[in-house]
């Protein structure tokens, strides 16, 4: 059996080399995997807040680990609706929280780090929400560092994110490199089991649960489509020029300072000098350079 660090490996690789998943299902049998799942989310604070059953992390045992690997070999692990409750937002609106069984935290869990380990080497650099050693941190630091000179930053937001996320387009999207449909059916069984709100039972027509361990990585791989239609469409699309045409008013001024110099006027180039500082040397509004 291998160790979860090589099944992990060589899925990174896998995924940076840009070759397809064949047997990606069998993963979920090694029970190393589950442990380290385990040790990722025991102590997490909801490991304790029990589902739509009384089932936490207390009482966790190897046996129960079996049953459950035992289980998803045979194809028979189904996934329990998810306990919906309301979380109250600064606005006054309320955000619906996913409350999954500890046993579908755990698959869970180990479907993440498949998952993580195969498409993170794939995903844009510019991207740091939800990824491993990125965030907010990350972010701010690229910003310092590599876009000196930004004028206009557009903030976007995506309402619902998690909860509107289409099924189909998303496992369309994952069957594009994992050509495996044990493991598609058994995400595809993940998304729609449901929801227990008041022990009333409602369909998931759409969206990962939020509270749902999968949800973040599965966010990714779907925006990812987003990021390279930006990076790779956009972009080049809208750039323009290789270099900003210089001032007219700054080259004016150039003139008349060569000439002021010429004629010996000190005061008069000290004066044309100070104009020159206050204004950019290269047109701001050229029509022939923008970039995205």
């Not at 509107?164 to 059916?185: A, M, N, P, T």
């Amino acid at each position: 059996m291998q160790s979860a660090k090589t099944v992990l490996g060589v899925l990174r690789e896998r995924g940076r080399r840009g070759l397809p998943c064949d047997e990606l299902y069998r993963q979920l049998s090694n029970p190393q995997l589950y442990l380290l799942a385990y040790g990722r989310i025991y102590a997490n604070h909801g490991a304790m807040t029990p589902g739509v059953t009384p089932e936490t992390v207390d009482g966790m045992s190897q046996r129960k680990i079996s049953r459950i690997i035992e289980a998803v070999r045979h194809e028979r692990y189904r996934f329990r609706p998810v306990r919906r409750v309301l979380i109250p937002k600064k606005n006054g609106k309320t955000r619906p929280l996913g409350l999954p069984t500890w046993s579908d935290k755990l698959v869970g869990e180990v479907v993440r780090l498949l998952l993580e380990a195969y498409y993170d080497p794939t995903f844009s650099d510019r991207s740091h929400g939800f990824r491993p050693r990125r965030g907010c941190h990350t972010a701010l630091r690229e910003v310092a560092h590599t876009w000196t000179g930004t004028s206009w930053f557009i903030e976007g937001d995506i309402a619902d994110c998690f909860g509107s996320l289409d099924h189909q387009v998303l496992l369309s999207i994952l069957g594009e490199k994992i050509h495996d449909q044990r493991f598609l059916r058994l995400v595809r069984n993940m998304l729609t089991a449901g929801y227990l709100e008041d022990w009333k039972w409602g369909a998931t027509l759409s969206g990962a649960p939020q509270g749902g361990v999968t949800s973040p990585v599965l966010s990714n791989i779907y925006l990812h489509k987003l990021d390279e239609f930006v990076e790779k469409v956009l972009i080049p699309e809208y750039t323009r020029g290789d270099r900003r045409a210089r001032n007219p008013v700054y080259l004016e001024l150039q003139n008349l300072l060569a000439k002021a110099r010429r004629r010996g006027d000190r005061a008069e180039a000290r004066t044309l000098r100070q104009q020159m500082v206050s204004l950019p040397s290269s047109d701001p509004d050229d029509p022939g350079y923008r970039r995205l």
